[in-house]
């Protein structure tokens, strides 16, 4: 049986809707459930205000995983486990039950419709930088972390 070489994946976690902090707990312990992929690490979990977005304030995290699941595989697993924890999209940036975005794929780069890697706004935005730095130091720039400066974030645990 040939199977897809292991791919190291980061995926951005976020819920501001209900029992946030706990939502996002659960979907990291189900990434590790997903088929052909491993939770290799997970950042603490931060609190951020919304950026481009409404609501109130965030919980996020970030974490890695080990993953033989194919770019769009792993996206639709992601979704799936958006719509479980009850997630709508009733208009752009919308407040969310659990929001799951793939942001890298290895060394993949693709634009598509679909999917883009990296995450096209990943470097914008402190509450995706901060943890990945905190479990990949060396993915992150000291420039972004200063362009994000100014964005109200704050780490719990």
Known sequence: MNLRPTQT???GL???LGEARETVRA?????????????????????????????PDFW????QLDTRLAPFELLGALQQ???????????RNAPRTLDLDLLLYGTLRQDDSVLTLPHPRMRD??????PLAEIAPGLVDASDLARV????I????
Do not use: C, K, M, W
């Not at 189900?30 to 052909?36: A, G, M, N, T």
């Not at 958006?82 to 208009?91: C, K, M, S, V």
């Not at 935005?125 to 901060?130: E, G, T």
């Open 60 to 63: 996020n995290a970030v974490a």
């Open 149 to 152: 400066a100014q964005q109200r």
């Open 9 to 11: 994946a980061y995926v």
């Open 14 to 16: 976020g819920a501001n």
């Open 27 to 55: 979907a990291l312990a189900e990434l590790d459930r997903l088929p052909q992929t491993r939770l290799v690490r997970a950042s603490s979990l931060y609190r951020s205000a919304p950026v481009d977005a409404q609501g």
């Open 154 to 157: 704050r780490r719990l645990d």
């Open 81 to 91: 486990l958006e719509q479980a924890a009850g997630r709508e999209r009733p208009y």
């Open 125 to 130: 935005r402190a509450f995706v930088l901060l």
